[in-house]
């Protein structure tokens, strides 16, 4: 258990993001992946983005990092979920233009419960283990 204390949270916050983009680009987007490179790249994005955004937080001092890492994994989570509704109401992704277009939004409308699935509540998963470490102090 002392070994795993050890482990940066930033690294931990990285790895549950990464983890959790992974699986949804991988098993709730309709994505055809035809051969090994393909499921490499689309593993290696999901980490390689995570983990660079998280390591932003190395810079700053301690209590200032914690709060960042809490309000990057609620971000990213929430980026990724509203992806996901996206996706599952459109079958498009979100770009970044559309991002930036909060009214497009107001094509769900009365939509939005029925774009939750009850599995969806495994992507915040990640936001409670966060927020749980932070307030045990379980990771440097």
Request: net charge positive; aromatic share 18%; no cysteine.
């Amino acid at each position: 258990m002392e070994r795993i204390k050890r482990i940066p949270l930033f690294i931990i916050a990285a790895v549950l993001v990464g983890l959790k983009t992974y699986l949804v680009y991988r098993f709730y987007f309709n994505l055809s992946i035809e051969s090994i490179f393909q499921e490499i790249i689309l593993f290696i994005n999901a980490f390689a983005f995570s983990f660079f955004v998280f390591s932003i937080g190395v810079w700053f001092k301690e209590r200032r990092q914690k709060k960042f890492i809490y309000i990057t994994t609620i971000a990213m989570t929430f980026i990724v979920i509203a992806n996901l509704m996206y996706y599952r109401n459109f079958t498009d992704f979100i770009t970044l233009p559309t991002l930036m277009q909060v009214n497009n939004a107001g094509d769900l409308g009365g939509s939005m419960l029925s774009l939750v699935h009850i599995e969806d509540i495994f992507l915040i998963l990640d936001v409670a283990l966060i927020f749980i470490s932070l307030k045990r102090k379980l990771f440097l």
